[in-house]
């Protein structure tokens, strides 16, 4: 069983940059991956972020260069820097972790751009 303590997510104009954060809990010591993905309405979740056990990190082409992941292992904790933020990247935010028992996923933070 996994536990995830999300936050971080808001309304902020386009141009903006807002920072998510997600504390997993449980037996994550043996993930395959861990980072963010999203879904907008109407659309199905897609992925933004990830981390990989091999260490290497894998983004969504629409946000290379303004979304960054980065972790801290000792707080089993993953982020997600979101800066220079569009309308279309409005949606809710899922932290989520891939083990070899299946993948969990948070509660979801929404994040909305608009002006």
């Known amino acids: 069983q996994v536990q995830f303590v999300e936050s971080g997510g808001g309304l902020v104009h386009p141009g903006g940059s807002l920072r998510l954060s997600c504390a997993a809990s449980?037996?994550?010591?043996?993930?395959?991956?861990m980072g963010w993905y999203r879904q907008a309405p109407g659309k199905q979740r897609e992925l933004v972020a990830v981390f990989t056990s091999g260490g290497s990190t894998n983004y969504a082409d629409s946000v290379k260069g303004r979304f960054t992941i980065s972790r801290d292992n000792a707080k089993n904790t993953v982020y997600l820097q979101m800066n220079s933020l569009k309308p279309e990247d409005t949606a809710v935010y899922y932290c989520?972790?891939?083990?070899?028992?299946?993948?969990?996923w948070g509660q979801g933070t929404q994040v909305t751009v608009s002006s």
């Open positions: 989520m972790i891939g083990l070899t028992t299946g993948v969990s």
């Open positions: 449980g037996s994550i010591s043996k993930f395959y991956a």
